[in-house]
């Protein structure tokens, strides 16, 4: 059975980002696509970083009809790319799987990195760190050193024409915090809702992404991590971004799909693929904040369809 996103109406979510973005435009059917945005902003969610020159044609373009033209392209790209259709290309990692290895960082780095979290994250809402633009957070050797021993403990070794970079602009510190902090779940800045890790350009090209708690007890006292182990081939313009509730729909198309709770420990690594759904994981009983350093792996020759501007200002080389 192979259903696509538009035939799915009854199973989704009450609010997505598109969904969102809609909403706003219709509140103000004059504002500009980047107005809108703006808007989306400050509602607490979080989207891809805009290049300049898209900040300059979303100025010029009305955001109502824009996300109604918008909205024919998705659906025509997701009746292309239907989540449970025949993949087109080798992953890394198969979607919904992950990689535990223990003990990636030593207690020294995940001091330094939890001495700069309490200084540049100690306030709700405050969006991840980029660490690349505060390069004295983690030296650049530290990040390659993880990305090689992740890289090894991977199943199947990489295809031999590929060239894994670590994408600079999406190796972050974040600071999640509890419900507790919360009055009310807005947004998707503290990634509380499913989502994957690629984009509609991206698409199915591979990816890894590299999760790194720096506390003890992730998913246990503090928060922590989900999947959907759903070996999902493409992504979802409505629900990957974010998805309160995209389980019972992935499970019409996987019947076999399970949420799968991950525990770890401080300077553990986590390794999935991008198109994996994925969510913080929290519980009413978990009361303190957690810290993670994350990193996202991905081709040189598809690294472009991330908006890539300069490659060897955007990229960091593995080896």
Known sequence: MKLSMSNSQSHSPPETLQTELLRLAELHPTYSLLQVHELLHGNNWHTEDMTEDQKE????????????????????????????????????????????VCDVINSETIGELLSSCDRLLNSVGTPPIKVFENPSIIHQSALQS???????????????????????????LRRTFPPSCFESKVGNTNNQFWHQDSNIRFNDCPMLTIWIPLQDRSGETRPGLQIIDSPVSYFSVEHGDSSPDIFPFLSQLFPDSR?????????????????????????????????????????????HRFSILHQEEDLLSIA
């Not at 292309?80 to 290309?89: C, D, G, Q, V």
């Not at 991950?262 to 303190?288: K, P, R, W, Y």
Request: hydrophobic residues 45%.
């Open 146 to 172: 993880i990305v090689r021993i992740a890289l090894a403990s991977l199943p199947d070794s990489l295809p031999p024409s590929s060239q894994p970079v670590i994408l600079k602009k999406r190796t972050l």
């Open 259 to 303: 949420i799968v709770s991950i525990e770890a420990s401080a300077g553990d690594c986590i390794v999935f693929n991008g198109l994996t759904f994925h969510q913080t994981f929290t519980t009413s009983v978990m009361a303190e904040h957690r810290d993670a350093l994350l990193i996202r792996v991905l081709d040189r020759e598809s690294a």
């Open 57 to 100: 044609v979303y100025r010029k373009l009305n955001a109502l009809q824009a996300l109604q033209a918008m909205r024919s392209v998705s659906d025509n790209f997701q009746a292309k790319f239907i989540l449970n259709s025949p993949p087109r290309k080798k992953q890394w990692l198969a979607t919904g799987k992950y990689v535990h």
